[in-house]
């Protein structure tokens, strides 16, 4: 089981209200009792912190927002000690505005080198003044930027499909791909166990940057024809990426592909690209029994072909918390506390977000002067954005900000009414989310009866669904508005109280 820290947010050791490196430290213990295999930790990197470090100046160097090198180096040696594994985040799609080679890029001439190792081209229309294309930036508005020359007129024009902060590297040009490997082996050399991929179907571009026959405006939505991502050309630089990580035998790389279609997504896990892709099918999912199904089945035919370990997540920093999407309050975290025991349930990668285990919602009244997403401004002030999945995590006591950091406030506000939901409060409270999940981890770790990469379908009720693991766990769902019967056999864990053998709404079991 992987989980996600999302830095910025998880813990606070040095006071200035940004969780860092030195937070996660201080709570490995934390995450060793919850019986985390593995850490995926959100981009730490040298940053301006124009996209929560997804804007990275220095791929090679920690920022001290975050505590340097040196609290990741410590952070290595402690999860190690505990046979806890560490992946980064790597954002080989793009960088900060910020990074060296883009400062050079606005400072040399049209067709120079440092141009060409990012994607810069003249305008269309009159006096170039149009944007070289149609395509939009995934956070709204255009995907180009123009620069000013130092003469003071307008110039050529840069490609950012996230921000303008962002701008779009050139994998066309050997110097970009070699300089990824050079951070590749920098941190695997360090001691890191692997690396999540950031837009791992982004870094290739069609010939010519042809337009977008329909302009896609949701913003952080594209669908499979969208000529921004997943070109053919991205397998090569996957396939390239592999012979590096190859050298490191217990490292794996985990790519984020939003691709639908089934065959062009186990494209991206066959036996010389990604070890695993996400797969968002799940999250994307309502909680019905119908959608469910459909959406394990899926997942399972879209690497089953090419034999690589499905994935499955319920959220993560960019995608609306499960409480919340599943309905909010009660009803939102008994559906929460249900999935995740059917996500437990199945074979292969299972990544929880942090703050999942303690069933916090989305915090969708966050104060507008508190924003951060740049989705808030690029939007005019239509769309929040993703702050409401990261507000920082309630450790202990009863105000606010919970023991997260010793400054009076956290860099999201932590609502006053998460008393009852932080982690000292949850950890010795047998039917907390926090104790469910400890106990579903415990038990997928330990049991012989969730053995085999298989799952099999079981009749069940309407509105319900049941599955069986070839070494004898089954898994049952009720999404139907009433309680039934449980099929035969010992309850090993539930999400709900089972009385007479009936499990109610909302919950889930597992049997043995
Ligand atoms: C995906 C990341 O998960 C998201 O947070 C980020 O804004 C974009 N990639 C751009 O790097």
């Given at each position: 089981?992987?989980?996600?820290?999302?830095p910025?947010?998880f813990a606070d050791s040095d006071g200035d209200g940004v969780g860092d490196l030195g937070g996660v430290r201080e709570k490995i213990?934390?995450?060793?009792?919850?019986?985390?295999?593995?850490?995926?930790?959100?981009?730490?990197?040298?940053?301006?912190?124009?996209?929560?470090?997804?804007?990275?100046?220095?791929?090679?160097?920690?920022?001290?927002l975050f505590g340097g090198?040196a609290a990741?180096?410590e952070l290595?040696?402690?999860?190690?000690?505990?046979?806890?594994?560490?992946?980064?985040?790597?954002?080989?799609?793009?960088?900060?505005?910020?990074?060296?080679?883009?400062?050079?890029?606005?400072?040399?001439?049209?067709?120079?080198?440092?141009?060409?190792?990012?994607?810069?081209?003249?305008?269309?229309?009159?006096?170039?003044?149009?944007?070289?294309?149609?395509?939009?930036?995934?956070?709204?508005?255009?995907?180009?930027?123009?620069?000013?020359?130092?003469?003071?007129?307008?110039?050529?024009?840069?490609?950012?499909?996230?921000?303008?902060?962002?701008?779009?590297?050139?994998?066309?040009?050997?110097?970009?791909?070699?300089?990824?490997?050079?951070?590749?082996?920098?941190?695997?050399?360090?001691?890191?166990?692997?690396?999540?991929?950031?837009?791992?179907?982004?870094?290739?571009?069609?010939?010519?940057?042809?337009?977008?026959?329909?302009?896609?405006?949701?913003?952080?939505?594209?669908?499979?024809?969208?000529?921004?991502?997943?070109?053919?050309?991205?397998?090569?630089?996957?396939?390239?990426?592999?012979?590096?990580?190859?050298?490191?035998?217990?490292?794996?790389?985990?790519?984020?592909?939003?691709?639908?279609?089934?065959?062009?997504?186990?494209?991206?896990?066959?036996?010389?690209?990604?070890?695993?892709?996400?797969?968002?099918?799940?999250?994307?999912?309502?909680?019905?029994?119908?959608?469910?199904?459909?959406?394990?089945?899926?997942?399972?035919?879209?690497?089953?072909?090419?034999?690589?370990?499905?994935?499955?997540?319920?959220?993560?920093?960019?995608?609306?918390?499960?409480?919340?999407?599943?309905?909010?309050?009660?009803?939102?975290?008994?559906?929460?506390?249900?999935?995740?025991?059917?996500?437990?349930?199945?074979?292969?990668?299972?990544?929880?977000?942090?703050?999942?285990?303690?069933?916090?919602?989305?915090?969708?009244?966050?104060?507008?002067?508190?924003?951060?997403?740049?989705?808030?401004?690029?939007?005019?002030?239509?769309?929040?954005?993703?702050?409401?999945?990261?507000?920082?995590?309630?450790w202990?006591?009863?105000?606010?900000?919970?023991g997260f950091t010793a400054a009076?406030?956290?860099?999201?506000?932590?609502?006053?009414?998460?008393?009852?939901?932080?982690?000292?409060?949850?950890?010795?409270?047998?039917?907390?989310?926090?104790?469910?999940?400890?106990?579903?981890?415990?038990?997928?770790?330990?049991?012989?009866?969730?053995?085999?990469?298989?799952?099999?379908?079981?009749?069940?009720?309407?509105?319900?669904?049941?599955?069986?693991?070839?070494?004898?766990?089954?898994?049952?769902?009720?999404?139907?508005?009433?309680?039934?019967?449980?099929?035969?056999?010992?309850?090993?864990?539930?999400?709900?109280?089972?009385?007479?053998?009936?499990?109610?709404?909302?919950?889930?079991?597992?049997?043995?």
């Amino acid at each position: 089981m992987f989980y996600q820290v999302y830095p910025r947010s998880f813990a606070d050791s040095d006071g200035d209200g940004v969780g860092d490196l030195g937070g996660v430290r201080e709570k490995i213990g934390y995450l060793e009792l919850l019986g985390v295999d593995a850490l995926w930790i959100c981009p730490v990197m040298r940053s301006p912190q124009a996209d929560g470090g997804y804007d990275v100046s220095d791929p090679r160097d920690i920022d001290p927002l975050f505590g340097g090198l040196a609290a990741l180096d410590e952070l290595i040696a402690e999860a190690h000690d505990r046979e806890i594994k560490v992946t980064m985040d790597l954002v080989p799609n793009h960088t900060s505005v910020e990074h060296p080679w883009f400062t050079a890029a606005v400072d040399a001439a049209p067709g120079s080198p440092e141009r060409a190792r990012y994607i810069f081209r003249d305008g269309r229309g009159k006096d170039g003044a149009e944007p070289p294309n149609n395509w939009p930036s995934i956070f709204g508005g255009p995907a180009w930027t123009r620069v000013t020359d130092r003469d003071g007129t307008p110039g050529q024009w840069y490609l950012h499909i996230f921000a303008p902060e962002q701008p779009d590297l050139n994998w066309d040009n050997p110097e970009v791909a070699a300089d990824f490997e050079k951070t590749l082996r920098f941190w695997l050399d360090r001691g890191v166990d692997g690396f999540r991929i950031d837009v791992a179907h982004g870094m290739a571009k069609p010939e010519g940057l042809p337009d977008m026959a329909r302009v896609e405006t949701k913003m952080l939505v594209h669908d499979d024809d969208d000529p921004r991502f997943n070109n053919p050309g991205v397998h090569a630089i996957h396939r390239r990426i592999r012979t590096i990580i190859d050298e490191y035998p217990h490292a794996v790389a985990i790519g984020e592909v939003w691709v639908d279609d089934n065959t062009r997504f186990g494209e991206y896990v066959r036996p010389d690209e990604l070890h695993l892709a996400f797969n968002f099918r799940l999250a994307e999912t309502p909680f019905t029994a119908e959608g469910v199904r459909e959406a394990i089945t899926f997942s399972l035919e879209a690497v089953s072909d090419v034999g690589a370990p499905p994935t499955w997540t319920l959220s993560n920093h960019d995608i609306e918390r499960e409480v919340t999407r599943y309905g909010g309050g009660k009803i939102g975290v008994s559906r929460a506390r249900a999935m995740m025991m059917v996500e437990l349930a199945l074979p292969g990668a299972v990544f929880v977000y942090n703050g999942a285990e303690l069933g916090l919602p989305n915090v969708d009244d966050l104060p507008e002067d508190a924003l951060q997403d740049p989705v808030w401004e690029r939007s005019g002030h239509t769309e929040r954005g993703r702050d409401g999945c990261r507000v920082p995590i309630p450790w202990e006591g009863a105000s606010t900000p919970f023991g997260f950091t010793a400054a009076e406030q956290a860099w999201l506000p932590i609502p006053a009414d998460w008393a009852d939901r932080t982690v000292e409060a949850q950890l010795e409270t047998l039917h907390s989310t926090l104790s469910l999940y400890r106990l579903a981890i415990d038990l997928r770790g330990t049991r012989p009866e969730f053995a085999g990469d298989r799952i099999e379908w079981y009749g069940s009720p309407d509105g319900c669904l049941a599955f069986r693991r070839p070494g004898g766990l089954v898994c049952v769902l009720n999404a139907s508005d009433g309680p039934i019967q449980l099929p035969p056999g010992e309850v090993l864990l539930a999400s709900a109280p089972i009385v007479d053998d009936r499990l109610p709404a909302n919950a889930a079991a597992w049997l043995v």
